[in-house]
């Protein structure tokens, strides 16, 4: 961990646990295997702030800023933990089609496939292909998928015929 990160809300960086570290490992250590063990970690172990930076000099939409999240050096302890426990589960619970989270897989690879889907679909005089390009910037949490579903359901019945 980068000793000269931004410390979380508790004011703690991890200059002062690589620093204290003779002080305060063997604490952090039975309270990281409480942990494991089951129990809920203190409410301090995992807060975060969340802090916006403004990407431009004068800001005046919240599109011009940066949301940056400063968590506890203990919470990101925790999460480096659960990540490395994960990391080999992983590539068998995300299917193979997913190429984001898992190591070795690059979310750069569905451009590509996507570039060599549309060179496929032109060639031997197949005409009546489609692709749709859809803009899902950051709106996984805003796209009415059932609305989505219905658009492509009418326009596909219009071109084809189907339903």
């Excluded at 002080?23 to 995992?46: C, R």
């Excluded at 690059?106 to 549309?118: F, H, M, P, T, V």
């Amino acid at each position: 961990m980068c000793a000269d990160s931004t410390a979380g809300p508790d004011g703690f960086s991890a200059h002062f646990f690589q620093n204290c570290w003779d002080i305060i490992g063997e604490d952090l250590y039975e309270a990281v295997l409480d942990f494991f063990s089951g129990s809920t970690p203190p409410k301090n172990f995992t807060t975060t702030t969340i802090v916006l930076i403004p990407k431009t000099e004068t800001p005046s939409t919240w599109k011009d800023f940066r949301p940056i999240s400063l968590c506890n050096v203990t919470g990101k302890i925790l999460s480096k933990l659960i990540n490395t426990q994960m990391a080999p589960l992983l590539p068998k619970i995300i299917s193979p089609a997913q190429s984001g989270f898992v190591q070795g897989r690059l979310i750069s690879d569905n451009i590509l496939l996507a570039q060599e889907l549309a060179h496929c679909l032109g060639k031997n005089g197949c005409m009546n292909n489609t692709i749709f390009k859809l803009d899902m910037e950051k709106a996984y949490d805003r796209v009415n998928w059932n609305f989505l579903y219905s658009c492509f359901v009418k326009w596909a019945s219009r071109q084809y015929g189907l339903i």
